[in-house]
């Protein structure tokens, strides 16, 4: 069986102190976690997909939320070490960058086909935020038949709810939470 981790809005506007729409500190300790387990994805052979917000100047989403993640800007690309090492390893045939302009990932992506053509069957969820997009994208494997581990410490997000929604992915979608 082969496994995908799934690297969700890691990106500077929700993770940087000076983000459009930031979850801050928070984000901000999940980063050395996340780098390790796409080391070791890539090390076993696995898939590693970057889920990237991927927002129009003038998106409706900027109607009911801050600016973020604006395609081509600052704001939009990945948060520290994690740029840096998707730079160094964005060639690599295992390493995949997922624009997506919806909470949920798989919603009118071609994630899902991905997936399966690659003969993924086990996704393995990090990121931002935990009551949001990674929430809403675990919903979205779960729809498309994929079971899933969420990262309890591989995820963070701006309100009180991490627990609650690491909870309910639990209950809901039958996802594994794995510290």
Same mark, same amino acid.
């Given at each position: 069986m082969k496994n995908a981790l799934l690297i969700i809005d890691m990106s500077n506007d929700f993770v940087h102190e000076n983000g459009g *729409?930031?979850? $801050?500190?928070?984000?901000?300790t999940i980063v050395p976690f996340i780098q390790?387990?796409?080391?070791? #994805? *890539?090390?076993? $052979?696995?898939e590693i997909y970057i889920c990237m917000d991927a927002h129009q100047e003038n998106d409706d989403h #900027?109607?009911?939320?801050?600016?973020?993640n604006v395609v081509g800007t600052w704001g939009q690309q990945l948060y520290g070490s994690l740029h840096d090492w998707y730079l160094a390893h964005k060639?690599?045939?295992?390493?995949?960058?997922?624009?997506?302009?919806?909470?949920?990932?798989?919603?009118?992506?071609?994630?899902?086909?991905?997936?399966?053509?690659?003969?993924?069957q086990h996704l393995y969820l990090t990121g931002v935020c935990t009551d949001i997009c990674v929430f809403l994208t675990a919903y979205?494997?779960?729809?498309?038949g994929f079971h899933t581990t969420v990262y309890a410490k591989g995820t963070a997000t701006f309100t009180e709810n991490h627990q609650i929604f690491l909870q309910q992915m639990?209950?809901?979608?039958?996802?594994e939470i794995k510290e």
């Open positions: *729409l930031t979850a $801050g500190e928070a984000a901000q390790e387990k796409a080391e070791e #994805f *890539l090390k076993n $052979g696995d #900027f109607k009911l939320w801050p600016v973020h060639h690599s045939p295992q390493v995949h960058w997922l624009p997506k302009t919806e909470y949920d990932a798989f919603h009118q992506t071609n994630l899902a086909k991905m997936l399966k053509q690659k003969e993924v979205g494997a779960y729809k498309e639990k209950s809901i979608f039958l996802s």
